[in-house]
């Protein structure tokens, strides 16, 4: 079975500094691979998402992450965090035989003033 | 365009009852998919739909079922709501087969079981 892992759970960081929120996954065979934020009682927004072709991926809010095929990794970054960054980050892969996601556990970001 | 609409956004229902939630996918899109959001379980598949079948059932009990009309709205219900059901629950609609990877997801139905 498909796993996803992200590691940390909780990621502070000061408003402006470096964000990188890391994720890894369980697959021989490299999947479809995403990043969702959720707000506060919210759905899932699509940050970015690696299908094929360039492993440097660029997403809204001026996200990116960069698929890794040796290290099974999609972590995502962020140059300058803003406050409007504060939220709940997913990881999530869809095997590339498969149709359905498998997320991560999430992780909080919080922005700190 | 129109995104997924999920309804209702809130429901209160007493442990026992049975809950029905609707989602209304994107025009067009033939696929709808169900997962449930917990802090301790976090976010799993339910089941997904496409073209009124079921494609794909994740690992919950009977007492969660589903199912898609010809206009591909769907509907998931719990029957004999266990406090566990307790959580968020969010539909995501895609084109159709093969197409998951270009799924939206809908705002959610916040259930709460007492």
């Known amino acids: 079975a498909q796993s996803v892992t992200q590691l940390g759970s909780h990621v502070s960081v000061s408003e402006g500094a470096l964000v990188l929120l890391r994720c890894n996954y369980s697959?021989?065979?490299?999947?479809?691979l995403f990043w969702y934020v959720q707000y506060p009682n919210q759905g899932l927004q699509l940050l970015l998402k690696?299908?094929?072709?360039?492993?440097l991926v660029k997403g809204i809010n001026g996200f990116e992450a960069e698929f890794k095929k040796s290290e099974t990794s999609f972590h995502l970054t962020k140059p300058s965090a803003h406050m409007s960054d504060a939220a709940e980050y997913f990881c999530?892969?869809?095997?590339?035989?498969?149709?359905?996601?498998?997320f991560g556990t999430g992780t909080s970001l919080t922005v700190i003033p | 365009k129109a995104g997924v609409t999920q309804t209702p956004r809130y429901l209160i229902k007493t442990r026992g009852q049975q809950v029905t939630l609707s989602c209304s996918p994107i025009?067009?899109?033939?696929?709808v998919s169900w997962y449930q959001q917990t802090p301790g379980q976090g976010l799993q598949f339910l089941f997904e739909?496409?073209?009124?079948?079921?494609?794909n059932k994740g690992n919950f009990p009977g007492r969660f079922s589903g199912r898609q009309f010809s206009n591909s709205r769907s509907e998931m219900n719990v029957s004999t709501l266990e406090l566990g059901d307790s959580a968020l629950y969010l539909c995501?609609?895609?084109?159709?087969?093969?197409?998951?990877?270009?799924?939206?997801f809908g705002q959610g139905t916040r259930l709460t079981v007492v």
């Open positions: 995501a609609s895609s084109l159709g087969e093969h197409r998951v990877a270009e799924a939206f």
């Open positions: 697959s021989s065979v490299p999947p479809y």
């Open positions: 690696y299908t094929t072709g360039a492993t």
């Open positions: 999530a892969v869809i095997p590339n035989t498969g149709n359905q996601f498998y």
């Open positions: 025009s067009g899109h033939r696929s």
């Open positions: 739909y496409f073209s009124e079948t079921q494609r």
